[in-house]
C-alpha cells in the first residue's frame, strides 16, 4: 500500500478562487482525518469521518470551508472563497479503529497539501 | 472539552545530553496518549503510545495523571533524534487531539 496519498502537494492560488484538496486513505480504514498545520496553531482537526459519515467538523473554521467523503476511498476538502490566512499544510490521514482493549488506531498521515493564497 | 498543551516550541540540546520534551492535557475521561514524530521531508508518524508502555528508538514516556503529563524522555540525545514532536490525546471517539508541537534540535 502507497499509505495516505494527497493531491495536490503543493497549491498557489489568489485571494476568493476555490480551492479542493483531495485525499485517497489506506484501503480498509474506517476513519479519515483532515488536519490543517501553521507555526502559530500548530496542528489543528478540522473534520473527521467514520465510515463515510463526518462525525466532528468543529473544527472548520468557517462556511468556507467544507468536506466530503462520497466513499471509502476518496475525501476532499474545499475552500471557496480562499483567503490568505487559510495558507497552511493540510494534511489527511487515516485509521482503523480497533476495539481490542478499547485502543485507538495508529494514523497514518500522507504527505499534505501545502497551500500559499495570495 | 480536551486539550494538549506543549510549553516549548524548541528545545535545543547538545548530543549525548538527556532530553524531556513536556506535555500535559487535560481531558475528563481516562485518556489515550501518543507521541508522533515528524523528521524533515518525512510523513508525520507515531513514535509511541501510552498504553505499550515500550522504549521506541530510546525514547519513553509515562502518564502520571496525577500531574496530567505525559513527557518524552531520553537519557542520551542523538543528532537523528532532531525532529518535531507532537504529544497527543485521543477521547472515547478515536478522535485525536494534537499539542503545538516542540522542534527538538540536537547539536554535535
Known amino acids: 500500500d502507497a499509505g495516505v496519498i494527497q493531491s495536490p502537494r503543493h497549491e498557489v492560488t489568489e485571494m476568493g478562487q476555490e480551492v479542493t484538496l483531495r485525499c485517497k486513505p489506506i484501503?480498509?480504514?474506517?476513519?479519515l482525518f483532515w488536519y490543517r498545520q501553521t507555526m502559530m496553531r500548530g496542528l489543528e482537526l478540522l473534520i473527521y469521518?467514520?465510515?463515510?459519515?463526518?462525525?466532528?467538523d468543529s473544527g472548520m473554521p468557517e462556511d468556507r470551508f467544507s468536506a466530503k467523503m462520497p466513499n471509502a476511498s476518496f475525501s476532499t476538502l474545499k475552500i471557496q472563497p480562499s483567503e490568505p490566512r487559510d495558507s497552511a499544510v493540510y494534511f489527511c490521514?487515516?485509521?482503523?479503529?480497533?476495539?481490542?482493549?478499547?485502543?485507538?488506531?495508529?494514523?497514518?498521515f500522507g504527505e499534505g497539501s501545502r497551500l500559499t493564497v495570495l | 472539552a480536551q486539550r494538549v498543551t506543549q510549553p516549548e516550541k524548541l528545545l535545543s540540546v547538545f548530543k549525548g545530553a538527556p532530553v524531556e520534551l513536556k506535555c500535559n492535557y487535560s481531558?475528563?475521561?481516562?485518556?489515550?496518549l501518543f507521541w508522533y514524530v515528524q523528521y524533515s521531508r518525512q510523513r508525520l508518524q507515531l513514535l509511541l503510545r501510552?498504553?505499550s508502555r515500550e522504549s521506541i528508538k530510546g525514547f519513553t514516556a509515562d502518564l502520571n495523571k496525577g500531574e496530567t503529563s505525559f513527557h518524552l524522555k531520553k537519557p542520551f540525545a542523538q543528532e537523528e533524534d532532531s525532529a518535531m514532536y507532537y504529544c497527543?490525546?485521543?477521547?472515547?471517539?478515536?478522535?485525536?487531539?494534537f499539542g503545538g508541537g516542540t522542534r527538538l534540535m540536537v547539536k554535535p
Open positions: 484501503s480498509g480504514h474506517d476513519y
Open positions: 501510552h498504553i
Open positions: 497527543a490525546l485521543a477521547n472515547a471517539g478515536n478522535m485525536l487531539t
Open positions: 469521518f467514520n465510515n463515510n459519515v463526518p462525525i466532528d
Open positions: 490521514a487515516s485509521s482503523l479503529w480497533t476495539l481490542a482493549g478499547g485502543r485507538t488506531g495508529e494514523l497514518f
Open positions: 481531558y475528563s475521561g481516562s485518556p489515550e
